[in-house]
């Protein structure tokens, strides 16, 4: 008999389990207090799952005599064709982006491609004029885009810009930018900064 007993009250929690549909379950079937912390899984409630004002907020010190602080971002995109891509020194002026004065952590992307079988060199650099982060990338003949990031830390003046700056090294090859950008973010407090 206990045997019997046994099998009809698990059996009949399993159909019970086996029946019910995802998510089928909600704030109506459940009684009050019935969901405790013991039986949350940890990390799974996110901030949104918790009415307003129950979570601790970070405590922002406020001090008048220190401004509140605002990040700024830019970015500047733009390329250039075979037949406009000097093999002079960085003689390609490929993206320019003004930002105003102040510390930059600035990154470009370049795409480069030949597209006749004369593989080159492109050397590219970011800067502001006074100081600059430079990268060499071989284009192969087989017309594939080859990628390549140059990144680097820039104390801005006035009348400064960003710019990318771009040579291939073979002026016989048809060496071209497919695409390249410049972003930059405004960043406070750079210690170390050295050019």
């Known amino acids: 008999m206990t045997l019997l007993a046994f099998v009809v009250l698990f059996g009949g929690g399993a159909y019970a389990a086996g029946k019910l549909g ?98 080159t060199n492109v050397t590219c650099r970011l800067t502001n004029g006074p100081s600059a982060t430079t990268r060499t990338q071989v284009v192969r003949a087989d017309t594939e885009p080859e990628n390549f990031t140059l990144t680097a830390l820039f104390e801005v003046a006035a009348g400064q810009d960003l710019e990318l700056q771009c040579h291939k090294l073979d002026p016989a090859s048809s060496a071209r930018v497919l695409t390249a950008n410049i972003v930059a973010v405004q960043v406070h407090d750079v210690a170390g900064f050295s050019d």
């Open 22 to 119: 995802k998510n089928s379950v909600g704030t109506k079937q459940l009684r009050k207090n019935a969901v405790t912390s013991a039986k949350v899984k940890n990390r799974t409630l996110l901030a949104k799952d918790f009415a307003d004002g129950v979570l601790p907020q970070p405590e922002v010190p406020s001090d008048p005599e220190v401004p509140p602080r605002t990040t700024s971002g830019f970015q500047a995109l733009g390329s250039v064709n075979y037949d406009k891509f000097s093999s002079r020194l960085f003689g390609s002026t490929v993206v320019t982006r003004p930002v105003p004065p102040g510390a930059y952590f600035a990154t470009s992307t370049v795409s480069v491609q030949t597209v006749n079988p004369v593989a």
